[in-house]
C-alpha cells in the first residue's frame, strides 16, 4: 500500500475514463502516458469493462484501475483482468473485503467525515472526496483537521482551473474527467487530442 499511495502522491492525476464505448483502451492509455498522466480508472459504466482492463493492462508504464465498482463480483473480474487498483462511488463492504483478499488497494468514496471513518475502518487505501467540486479545496482542509496524513483524492469537477488548488489544500491526488477524456473523444479515438489535453492538465498543476 505504501508504494501504491507514494507513487499516487508523486504523480498526482488519474484519468477517469467514462465512455459509452472505447474503440481501443490500450491505445487510449498509451495516449494519456504519453501526456504525462500514469493512472488510469475504467469505470464500469462502460460496457465488458474487463475486456477494456486487459488491453490497457498490457501497456508498460501505466497504472491501470477499476472505477465504480459496486459489487463483489464486479472487483473479482477486474482483478482477474489485471486491475492494479479499485475504486469505489461509495461505501461498499463487499468491495473492500475483496480487495483484501486479493491485496489490492481500494480507494473508496466518501463525502462527509464519517463516511471517511467507515472507509478507513473498512481498510481503504484512500478516500475518494466526491463531488469534490460542490465543497471546494476549503473542504479538503478542513478534512485534514480530522483526518491528518489520511490520503484524500479530489474528483468531481475538478479541472486544469481549481486541480493545483485542492493539491495545494491538501489533497493527496485528483482525478481528471472530462476535460482530459470527453466521452466524445473517446468513442471517436481522438487518441492525439486526448494527449494534448493531459498534457495541459499535468501543466496546471
Known sequence: MRDFLAGLAEDRVIAVIRAPEIPDAAELSAALLQGGVKWVEFTYTTPELPVHLRRAASVPGCRIGAG????????????????????????RAEVARVAAQAEVPVVMGALTPTEVAMALDLGAAGVKIFPAHSLGPRYFKDLNGPYPGVPLVASGGVNPANAADFLAAGAHAVCAGSDVVPASAVTAGDWAGIGRRAKAFVAAL
Open 68 to 91: 465504480t465498482v459496486l459489487t463483489a463480483a464486479q472487483a473479482e473480474a477486474a482483478v482477474e483482468a489485471g486491475a492494479a487498483y479499485l475504486v469505489t462511488p461509495g461505501i
